[in-house]
């Protein structure tokens, strides 16, 4: 089942994000850089605001949440994290098709997001194409993103 998150969510989206990035993002990422990464699923007010200030859809089975991605007004694609035992097996691709049909319900014409090296597959095979890479620096810690974009019909 696909839900739009609450405030109520925001510890469990949290352990969430933090273990993700913490199993997996060795495999791309150096330690410096999947500890600033996963850290910041840790300050409160922040993620508070990552979640809450868009419109962010969970993925949730019986009783727990598989996962999270969030789209902004503008567009922006915020977040797609896929609890660290559910990858690969179709939790981001529901959530990302979630998105896309509520980009279409609001007439947004352009989609746009910085895509991880592990969440690059999943924004490629949802169509959005690779159009430029960014290195950005979180306290210290540089990180190379992938800038991906659709267009909507």
């Given at each position: 089942m696909i839900r739009r998150a609450t405030a109520s969510d925001l510890p469990e989206l949290s352990e969430l994000c933090y273990q993700t990035v913490s199993i997996h993002a060795p495999q791309y990422y150096t330690p410096a850089q999947t500890k600033?990464?996963?850290?910041?699923?840790?300050?409160?007010?922040?993620?508070?605001?990552?979640?809450?200030?868009?419109?962010?859809?969970?993925?949730?089975?019986?009783?727990?949440?598989?996962?999270?991605?969030?789209?902004?007004?503008?567009?922006?694609?915020?977040?797609?994290?896929?609890?660290?035992?559910?990858?690969?097996?179709?939790?981001?691709?529901?959530?990302?098709?979630?998105?896309?049909?509520?980009?279409?319900?609001?007439?947004?014409q352009r989609l746009y997001a910085e895509a991880s090296e592990f969440s690059l597959g999943l924004f490629q095979k949802l169509g959005f194409r690779l159009y430029d890479t960014e290195v950005v620096d979180r306290q210290g810690v540089a990180f190379e993103r992938y800038l991906v974009e659709r267009y909507l019909d």
């Open positions: 600033m990464w996963a850290s910041f699923a840790l300050d409160t007010d922040h993620f508070r605001h990552f979640i809450l200030d868009v419109t962010t859809f969970v993925a949730v089975d019986d009783s727990e949440i598989l996962g999270f991605a969030g789209i902004g007004e503008e567009g922006h694609i915020t977040s797609a994290y896929v609890r660290q035992d559910c990858i690969r097996q179709g939790v981001g691709s529901r959530l990302m098709l979630s998105v896309l049909d509520y980009a279409q319900k609001q007439d947004m």
